[in-house]
Structures are given as structure tokens and as C-alpha cells.
T-cell receptor, first 117, second 111 residues
Framework: NAGVTQTPKFRILKIGQSMTLQCTQD?????MYWYRQDPGMGLKLIYYSVGAGITDKGEVPNGYNVSRSTTEDFPLRLELAAPSQTSVYFC????????????????FGEGSWLTVV | QKEVEQNSGPLSVPEGAIASLNCTYSDRGSQSFFWYRQYSGKSPELIMFIYSNGDKEDGRFTAQLNKASQYVSLLIRDSQPSDSATYLC???????????FGKGTMLLVSP
């Protein structure tokens, strides 16, 4: 019963390095998301995708890139890491219900803790 | 800019009491409202959602929605120490739109 799987769970990056956070889901959900959560703060949407080949910016997209080549996978790329990108990153997925008002429940992965030094 | 406001807390209640968590939102067109629980170091998990004015009950949890006042709340009856967590309010707009999260309220239930 995997759900949404993120890797790595923990990573330390040096300033200027690049890396990719991997995310895969096995629920056949169309919608996938990347959020970041800073201490004491809510979840901020970085990027989202409504289906393979379609991505869109969220609230805080600067410094990140995504791709969605398959329904299952939604990797997040950090280019030129900066200390401001130290955060916890959550990948999530959802599938809109036929009942539009009650659907779109989001399921989260376990999170990836990233520190940029 | 859609905003979702929550008191950061901590809200401290004794075991067995009713905990009341509140949330206000700025977008009057918002249609669905969600409460997530997040334990320290863990990912958020959905507790319940509501989209009609009034109350919705699920076990010890009751969500209350007042669209005219742009206010949604979560009541936890018979609070247990295991309820100690941060509770995130999230709001969804019309049609397909992403969720906007509040910063969360930390709840501490003392034995």
C-alpha cells in the first residue's frame, strides 16, 4: 500500500549544487503537487500538474523546475541551491471525484528534509 | 491573493475537554474546506472536509462552516493526548483549483 513515495528523505546540499527530489504515486491520480513547508509555516505550493505533460507554477516556483512525463512520476529539480531553499518538501497527489465539491482530497508523501549549507 | 488565517497557538486543553480550532478565509468564492492533522516530523493527513453551511460530524470531530462569515472551525470532543498535533485548515476555490493552506494551529492536550 505504497501511496505517494518520495526520495530521498534527508539531504544536505552545498550552495550552488543541484539535485532532484523524486516522487512517484501508485494510485493512478491525475493531479500531483509539490509543496514546501518552512518551520511554523503552512504549506506553500511550488508546482503542480493536472496530468502527464502538463505542469503549472504554484505560489513559490522560483528556483525549481518540474516535469511530468508519466502519470506516476513528478520529480522536482533544484538548480543552484540556495540557503532559502532549506525546507521540508512534500509531494502529493489527488484525483478529482465526480462530486466536484467533495473531491480532490490530497494524499501526501512522507516528506523530504533538505538543508542547504 | 487568497488567504487562510489560523491562530498559531499553542491551544492547550486538558484531556477530556473540547478543543475548538478556528479558521477564516478571504476568498468568498471558496467552495470546499479541509482540516488536516500533522504530527511533528510527519506529513499532513486529512481529518475531514466540509462544503455545506452547518455542521458535519465524524466520530469525535465536528467541522462547522459559515460561508457568510467566511469562517470554518473544527471541534474535537473528549480530547486525548494523542490529538496533540498541528491542525491545518485548507480551502479550495471554484472548479479545479489548488488548496490554500493556513499556517496551522498547534494543539496540546495534557493528561
Amino acid at each position: 500500500n505504497a501511496g505517494v513515495t518520495q526520495t530521498p528523505k534527508f539531504r544536505i546540499l552545498k550552495i550552488g549544487q543541484s539535485m532532484t527530489l523524486q516522487c512517484t504515486q501508485d494510485m493512478n491520480h491525475n493531479y500531483m503537487y509539490w509543496y514546501r513547508q518552512d518551520p511554523g509555516m503552512g504549506l506553500k505550493l511550488i508546482y503542480y500538474s493536472v496530468g502527464a505533460g502538463i505542469t503549472d507554477k504554484g505560489e513559490v516556483p522560483n528556483g525549481y523546475n518540474v516535469s511530468r512525463s508519466t502519470t506516476e512520476d513528478f520529480p522536482l529539480r533544484l538548480e543552484l541551491a540556495a540557503p532559502s531553499q532549506t525546507s521540508v518538501y512534500f509531494c502529493a497527489s489527488s484525483s478529482p471525484s465526480s462530486q466536484a465539491l467533495s473531491g480532490n482530497t490530497i494524499y501526501f508523501g512522507e516528506g523530504s528534509w533538505l538543508t542547504v549549507v | 491573493q487568497k488567504e487562510v488565517e489560523q491562530n498559531s497557538g499553542p491551544l492547550s486543553v486538558p484531556e477530556g475537554a473540547i478543543a475548538s480550532l478556528n479558521c477564516t478565509y478571504s476568498d468568498r468564492g471558496s467552495q470546499s474546506f479541509f482540516w488536516y492533522r500533522q504530527y511533528s516530523g510527519k506529513s499532513p493527513e486529512l481529518i475531514m472536509f466540509i462544503y455545506s453551511n452547518g455542521d458535519k460530524e465524524d466520530g469525535r470531530f465536528t467541522a462547522q462552516l459559515n460561508k457568510a462569515s467566511q469562517y470554518v472551525s473544527l471541534l474535537i470532543r473528549d480530547s486525548q493526548p494523542s490529538d496533540s498535533a498541528t491542525y491545518l485548515c485548507a480551502v479550495k476555490g471554484r472548479g479545479y483549483s489548488t488548496l490554500t493552506f493556513g499556517k496551522g494551529t498547534m494543539l496540546l492536550v495534557s493528561p
